[in-house]
């Protein structure tokens, strides 16, 4: 298991995140099967990719610059998906120097690999 250290957290959930979670604390005591739901759509309004949802394709929203390392929003996208893109970019911080560094270093160890094998790679969706 590798470390992972977490970004900042984005300025909209300082101000809220501590009676959210007391909140949901709360409500899950009353009632075991509650979920959670965004409550405020201007924090991670519907906007945000999810790449866990089963329509979700990465080619569909980003291109990779193999230059810096950087993931940018697909140019012929349309507007809303170029939108989504910059967002999910900007709050996970996909563009982060470590991580453009380390999209680097798999793609060069990828482009070595005269025998490679796409799935051993931790950036796959960069390198295909």
Same mark, same amino acid.
């Given at each position: 298991?590798?470390?992972?250290?977490?970004?900042?957290?984005?300025?909209?959930?300082k101000?809220?995140?501590?009676?959210?979670?007391?909140d949901?604390?709360s409500?899950?005591?009353?009632n075991?099967? *509650?979920? @959670?739901?965004w409550?405020?759509?201007?924090? =991670?309004?519907e906007?945000? +990719?999810? !790449?866990?949802?089963?329509d *979700?394709q @990465?080619?569909d929203?980003?291109?990779?610059? =193999?230059?810096?390392?950087? +993931?940018? !929003?697909?140019?012929?996208?349309?507007?809303?998906?170029?939108?989504?893109?910059e967002?999910t970019?900007?709050l996970?911080?996909?563009?982060?120097?470590?991580r453009?560094?380390?999209?680097i270093?798999?793609?060069?160890?990828?482009?070595?690999?005269?025998?490679a094998?796409l799935?051993?790679y931790?950036y796959?969706?960069f390198?295909?």
């Open positions: 298991m590798r470390k992972l250290i977490r970004n900042e957290q984005p300025e909209c959930l101000t809220v995140s501590q009676v959210w979670t007391e949901f604390v409500a899950r005591n009353g075991p099967i *509650y979920k @959670f739901s409550r405020d759509k201007d924090c =991670y309004d906007s945000l +990719l999810k !790449p866990d949802v089963d *979700y @990465f080619d929203y980003f291109i990779a610059n =193999y230059k810096t390392g950087e +993931l940018e !929003p697909l140019p012929s996208a349309p507007d809303y998906s170029k939108y989504r893109a967002i970019i900007r996970y911080g996909l563009n982060i120097a470590a453009n560094k380390a999209r270093r798999e793609m060069e160890r990828f482009i070595r690999d005269s025998q094998f799935d051993d931790k796959r969706f390198l295909e």
